[in-house]
Nanobody
Framework: VVQMVESGGGSVQAGGSLRLSCVAS????????WAWFRQAPGKEREGVAA????????YFADNVKGRFTISQNNAKNTLYLQMNSLKPEDTAVYYC???????????????????????WGPGTQVTVSS
């Protein structure tokens, strides 16, 4: 069982930056696909960014590409999301997830399937004002 705890959210003005953290505890060593998701008020949850902890490969949704970066610490138990040039449309609750996935599955495909899973933590709120 892996427990994921998100933190780092807050309120910023448009153009500002935030760095989200997600600390994993438990049996996380086998998890190779890690990702951030978000859900804005009145909208469906969506994938934001993902990383393959083995290859270092990354995936970013088009609406955050060039503004957000995803990374892990050396111990591979903490996932980060550096968010720059924030926009009001980035306002959402942000969640992290991690899974043990066979390597031929793309990060994007994994994220789409992960959205259908019911287990989500409380997340961390990000609010961007104009």
């Amino acid at each position: 069982v892996v427990q994921m705890v998100e933190s780092g959210g807050g309120s910023v003005q448009a153009g500002g930056s935030l760095r989200l953290s997600c600390v994993a505890s438990g049996s996380f060593a086998s998890k190779n696909y890690w990702a951030w998701f978000r859900q804005a008020p009145g909208k469906e949850r969506e994938g934001v960014a993902a990383i393959n902890s083995g290859t270092g490969g990354t995936y970013f949704a088009d609406n955050v590409k060039g503004r957000f970066t995803i990374s892990q610490n050396n111990a591979k138990n903490t996932l980060y999301l550096q968010m720059n040039s924030l926009k009001p449309e980035d306002t959402a609750v942000y969640y992290c997830q991690a899974d043990d996935v066979v390597e031929h599955v793309s990060l994007e495909d994994w994220m789409e399937g992960r959205l259908l899973e019911p287990d989500w933590g409380p997340g961390t709120q990000v609010t961007v004002s104009s």
